[in-house]
């Protein structure tokens, strides 16, 4: 960062409004997600009201790109995100996989991955294959996301709905034909 | 067009949000009294009659536990849920003690660690300690509750119980030593799956799970008991031995091996997929996949198409991409727009059907089709949208108090689908009616008849489940796909309509039950977007130029369909039936290799991700159009996807609503009916087909796999040996 020429730097801040119009390239694939601010307005008045109250003071401002001074590649900030709580694994009852919001890059189209023919050794070019950004709100990720440039999609979680189970509904007693034989 | 499409998102947001809660209030089963309790001091309140572990799951307290399972009957046998309940002298089995109110459990004193370690020194004494070839490792219950709450010495110096593996069939490999009866599949098959071969034989140290007589499991939802086994006893016989789950990428994304559109999570390393399982989504698959979704992609790596290829003769020859959209788009546009024809097969995705489209009119031409059996287009229409969209939505289902199936077997067209229509039934809040050919649905149904004249029936009050079906607060009829494609599809859908007008809580503002059931994946985004012939279409006996975007020869890319001196153009990522009709093969993505939009049965647009890299020279769908739109001269004024989007709102908003699921209102509905009506030119009668034939073998990827393949193999041996039972209907009445 600190070998940044002065002839770089004014070249990035002159590609600033640029990146900032390319910002909203994706925004509109969101998920019913009134939070997500668009940069053309401004973000706490597009984020629904009792939210605002708990964003963090940074996240109201329009956030500043970060590849203003990170001397990140300008193709890094074309690269698409996907913001999403990491499901849970389907085989363990632990449930704590998916209390965290996560970054990941979208795979490029090519040269994302290949293996080496004799020894079946995975490569990639891609230098954030292998990135994860996790993140306690949602909010923090998009705005991360935002200050870095990057498209992003916000992928809503699932839950599961609790309804209630009882051990007695296995002895309920039903009139007429039992559906299901307990082969237990 | 970035404004546009924001301002006209927050108008569609707004719709979607206020008809979500009126979804909500419908399927939301009866509310109970809530009440407080406390779990290791912190207040929660729940349902009366909930479990304490939903009670502490609610509270975000972990209580360990191996035979609980939310979506399974309470068994209560493992015993590691123990919990103190205060003033109480024993510990109680949280998953099988109701809460009460003002309860305090305490889930995390000394009491209860002993009785854990108690419990998990009891399970490992007859535990092989063969963690390092045991397929479950690295997500094991069983590994991280003993490390988190077993002890840490055995005292077990016996000879440890060996049980032999039995052979269930192609998809789940079994380890039977390795079991700890906690009875998870055993309750899947006989609640969910509704086969019922798997049950229990001896008593203690003597129990073993089994099938009583050797044979195959027979459920389409099998594969689920590898997920649900909380030990390594059963585990997915085509992924065995191939890797451990750390090192393994999981891409989260969407199924597309049935209509559903089931939430999935692909597991790749390096280039390659090695499995598929599914994701958490209460509104669709909740938390189930279908054998044909979790191990069909063994498919993506057969048969593929991976350069373009150009017809020579009889052979193919492999040519550069330049070359071949070069010689495509010169025979495009020396063919006459009115003959140029495009068709949409099973798995083509939004975007590439947009791109395709927009290219197709853009020559000049209105020749679009679906890949479906008939005149490639639905009987009823594509005008209203309800028409071809399952109106009750899958959740909806299980709310639905008389049910009626037209020429449709769920089992098989949507085995997820079918497992949630199973619920009514087992709470008898249901009764189910078929017309159609007979089917083993597993649940009880009377079979009103098996041609279209038992609609007629039905409407006109000539058969008993007519009556059931008018007094019903919630009726549901369920059209197959397949009776829309047939060659009288539209009288058949004119006497459904006439059926729809007899019963009068089918189509209302709070429920539509009238619902269309497809059976492919891209199906629904294609009549959204206009995939249909119109006024000004023409015949395809005079095509000039055929466009198959993944046509398989379902039905209007049949062989004879396509005139022998067409130009034929196959854009498809298998070397499937489609492939042999073409003159130039263009080689596109699979599902796991392109973030593309999918919408479902029920018209919720979903996007998948890319897991891995196509093959080869092998390119998004989209962007193949895209070039060749560039190389014909007519290019089309989008760069990036993020353009094409914007177009896609501007076809139908509602494919980029993405997880969305919009109502078609009672008012429009009923001015569907009206064209389904009008649709008619005489009676309603002849066979019903079905839209699937053999369940393990539907597209272009299920029948390039091998599991598929013996899967196929050993449901058909099942079926010839008598192990499947002939396809009577349990309770027939002939209509009077």
């Avoid at chain 1, 070998?3 to 998920?31: F, K």
């Avoid at chain 2, 020869?553 to 062989?559: E, H, N, S, V």
């Avoid at chain 2, 609503?657 to 919009?662: P, S």
Wanted: charged share 20%; with cysteine; hydrophobic share 45%.
């Amino acid at each position: 960062m600190l070998s940044i020429t002065s002839t770089q730097r004014l070249a990035l801040l002159a590609r600033t409004p640029a990146a900032a119009a390319r910002l909203p390239a994706l925004r509109h694939l969101t998920t019913a997600n009134p939070s997500s601010p668009d940069s053309a307005t401004s973000p706490s008045a597009s984020a629904p009201t009792s939210v605002a109250v708990d964003v963090h003071p940074a996240h109201q401002q329009e956030p500043l790109p970060a590849e203003v001074l990170s001397g990140a590649p300008p193709s890094l900030s074309k690269r698409t995100v996907r913001i999403f709580r990491p499901s849970n694994n389907p085989m363990q009852s632990g449930k704590n996989a998916n209390l965290k919001w996560r970054i990941d890059f979208d795979a490029l189209e090519k040269g994302d991955r290949w293996s080496n023919p004799l020894m079946g050794w995975q490569s990639t070019a891609d230098p954030m294959a292998p990135v994860r950004l996790d993140f306690a709100s949602k909010e923090d990720a998009v705005h991360f996301a935002e200050k870095q440039g990057w498209n992003h999609f916000v992928q809503e979680p699932h839950f599961r709905v609790i309804k209630p189970k009882s051990y007695k509904n296995n002895f309920v007693y039903r009139a007429g034909k039992i559906p299901m034989v307990h082969t237990k | 067009m970035m404004l546009k499409a924001a301002a006209h998102r927050a108008a569609m947001l707004g719709r979607g949000a206020a008809h979500v809660s009126a979804r909500g209030l419908r399927s939301s089963a009866q509310a109970r009294k809530e009440i407080e309790m406390f779990i290791d001091g912190k207040a929660v309140q729940i349902e009366e009659g909930s479990a304490i572990i939903q009670a502490a799951e609610k509270a975000g307290v972990t209580i360990p536990r191996f035979c609980y399972h939310e979506r399974l009957g309470v068994a209560g046998n493992c015993r590691m849920c123990l919990v103190e309940i205060e003033k109480s002298p024993k510990m109680a089995a949280s998953c099988a003690m109701p809460v009460g109110p003002g309860m305090r459990v305490l889930t995390d004193t000394p009491k209860i660690k002993q009785a854990r370690e108690g419990v998990m020194e009891f399970l490992l004494a007859n535990h092989p300690l063969d963690c390092p070839v045991c397929d479950q490792g690295g997500e094991c219950d069983l590994q991280d509750q003993s490390m988190r709450y077993g002890g840490d010495r055995g005292r077990f110096g016996e000879s440890k119980r060996a049980v032999e593996d039995k052979d269930i069939g192609p998809l789940v490999r079994t380890t039977m030593t390795r079991c700890i009866h906690c009875t998870r599949c055993v309750r899947f098959i006989n609640e969910v799956a509704g086969t019922g071969e798997l049950g229990t034989t001896g008593r203690g140290n003597d129990m073993q799970i089994g099938t009583y007589v050797a044979r195959p499991l027979t459920s389409e939802l099998s594969g689920n008991i590898v997920d649900l086994c909380p030990v390594g006893a059963l585990t997915s016989k085509p992924y065995a031995f191939s890797a451990r789950p750390w090192e393994l990428k999981n891409t989260e994304s969407i199924d597309v091996m049935d209509a559903l559109g089931s939430n999935i999570r692909v597991d790749s390393r390096g280039e390659e997929v090695l499995r598929v399982v599914p994701r958490t989504n209460d509104a669709i698959n909740e938390e189930w996949i279908s054998d044909k979704a979790r191990f069909a992609n063994d498919g993506l790596k057969r048969q593929r198409l991976t350069t373009p290829l150009v017809r020579v003769g009889d052979a193919f020859e492999a040519a550069t991409w330049a070359d071949a959209l070069a010689l495509v788009a010169e025979r495009l546009r020396g063919a006459r727009p009115e003959h140029v024809h495009a068709v949409a097969g099973a798995l083509a995705d939004a975007e590439a059907l947009v791109a395709l489209k927009d290219l197709i009119n853009a020559v000049g031409s209105e020749n679009l089709a679906v890949d479906a059996a008939g005149c490639g287009a639905p009987a009823a229409g594509v005008d209203v949208r309800a028409n071809y969209t399952f109106n009750a939505t899958v959740a909806g289902v299980e709310a639905a108090d008389a049910v009626l199936l037209i020429g449709t077997n769920p089992r098989h067209e949507a085995p997820v689908l079918n497992a949630r229509l199973r619920k009514p039934f087992l709470a008898g809040t249901a009764q189910y009616a078929l017309v159609g050919e007979a089917a083993d649905l597993t649940y009880d149904y009377a079979h009103v008849g098996t041609t279209a004249a038992a609609i007629d029936a039905l409407a006109e009050g000539r058969h008993a489940f007519a009556a059931t079906l008018r007094a019903a607060k919630r009726p549901l009829v369920i059209v197959g796909s397949a009776v829309g494609e047939l060659s009288n599809g539209a009288d058949v859908m004119a006497a459904v309509a006439r059926l729809a007008a007899s019963v009068p809580a089918l189509v209302g503002d709070a429920w539509n039950g009238l619902s269309v059931l497809q059976h492919a994946a891209g199906r629904t985004a294609a009549l959204d977007i206009g995939f249909v012939p119109n006024a000004r279409s023409t015949g395809a006996e005079a095509a000039e130029f055929v466009y198959l975007l993944g046509a398989d020869g379902d039905g209007a890319a049949q062989p004879g369909a396509i005139p022998a001196g067409a130009f034929v153009v196959y854009q498809g990522h298998h070397g499937d039936a489609g492939a042999h009709l073409a003159d130039v093969i263009l080689p596109g993505s699979a599902y796991t290799e392109k973030t593309a939009t999918y919408v479902n049965t029920e018209g919720r647009a979903q996007l998948t991700r890319r897991a891995v890299n196509a093959p080869g020279a092998a390119r998004d769908d989209w962007k193949i159009v895209r070039a060749l739109s560039e190389a014909a001269g007519l290019t089309l004024p989008y760069d990036d996807v993020g353009a094409l989007r914007a177009r896609m709102a501007d076809v139908c908003p509602t494919l980029v609503h993405v997880d969305e699921c919009e109502a078609t209102s009672a008012a429009v509905a009923a001015l569907g009916l009206t064209q389904m009506l009008a649709g008619g030119r005489g009676k309603a009668e002849g066979p019903l087909a079905r839209a699937v034939g053999d369940y393990y073998m539907t597209d272009a990827i299920s029948r390039a796999s091998r599991t598929m393949a013996r899967a196929s193999a050993s449901a058909a041996k099942a079926r010839s040996s008598g192990l499947i039972p002939e396809l009577e209907a349990p309770a027939q009445q002939a209509a009077a």
